[in-house]
């Protein structure tokens, strides 16, 4: 069979190709040649990633599926949960409602502290909150919580009735923020 046989470029097209260079390598590795085995596969014990994972990128062993875009199966999530329990909270909050807004336990009990004014407020405010505590409709801890707050209001009243009543030369001058 004959030989075909191209034309031969235009000697235009010689500048184009003035010095040969070889863009791809296509041995092994040369950076690092004990990396590779001699068929230019990674050798046993080397890494193809010698740096690393780079930072801020999820270890993807511990990354939560996302449940909303690739929805498991009841068997396959419970077989996540047996091979890794710490993901069982992260699951639950994409599954579960969020949580509904706490309720104070002042506002359980009825009460309304921006009403207190007097010491005689104060000790039935702190009545009522002992007797739920009594009766175990709230903790010991809220308790503690609402007289810490009723006491602040009450003081904070009083400071507000001492201002008042005190003269106006006593204040001084009432300045301004600048701005």
């Given at each position: 069979?004959?030989?075909?046989a191209?034309d031969?470029?235009v000697s235009s097209c010689?500048?184009?190709y003035?010095?040969p260079?070889?863009s791809?390598?296509?041995?092994p590795?040369?950076s690092s040649?004990r990396?590779?085995?001699?068929?230019?596969?990674f050798?046993?014990?080397?890494?193809?990633?010698?740096?690393g994972r780079?930072?801020g990128i999820?270890?993807?062993k511990?990354?939560?599926?996302?449940?909303?875009a690739r929805?498991?199966?009841?068997?396959?999530?419970?077989?996540?949960l047996?091979?890794?329990p710490q993901l069982?909270?992260?699951?639950?909050?994409q599954?579960?409602?969020p949580p509904?807004?706490?309720?104070?336990?002042?506002?359980?009990?009825?009460?309304?502290?921006?009403?207190l004014?007097?010491?005689e407020d104060?000790?039935q405010v702190?009545?009522?909150?002992?007797a739920?505590v009594?009766?175990?409709?709230?903790?010991?801890?809220?308790?503690?919580?609402?007289a810490?707050?009723?006491?602040a209001?009450?003081?904070?009243?009083?400071r507000?009735?001492?201002m008042?009543r005190?003269?106006?030369?006593?204040?001084?001058?009432?300045r301004?923020?600048?701005?």
């Amino acid at each position: 069979m004959p030989e075909i046989a191209a034309d031969p470029p235009v000697s235009s097209c010689y500048r184009l190709y003035s010095r040969p260079r070889l863009s791809q390598l296509l041995g092994p590795d040369p950076s690092s040649p004990r990396a590779r085995d001699a068929r230019g596969r990674f050798a046993k014990g080397s890494s193809g990633n010698p740096r690393g994972r780079p930072r801020g990128i999820p270890n993807p062993k511990r990354r939560v599926p996302d449940l909303a875009a690739r929805p498991l199966s009841a068997q396959a999530l419970s077989d996540l949960l047996d091979r890794k329990p710490q993901l069982l909270r992260p699951l639950a909050e994409q599954l579960l409602p969020p949580p509904l807004s706490a309720i104070g336990a002042a506002a359980r009990l009825g009460i309304d502290l921006s009403s207190l004014r007097t010491f005689e407020d104060l000790r039935q405010v702190l009545s009522a909150v002992l007797a739920a505590v009594a009766r175990g409709e709230i903790a010991p801890a809220e308790a503690a919580h609402i007289a810490e707050r009723a006491d602040a209001r009450l003081r904070a009243a009083r400071r507000l009735a001492q201002m008042e009543r005190r003269p106006a030369h006593e204040t001084g001058p009432v300045r301004t923020p600048r701005g």
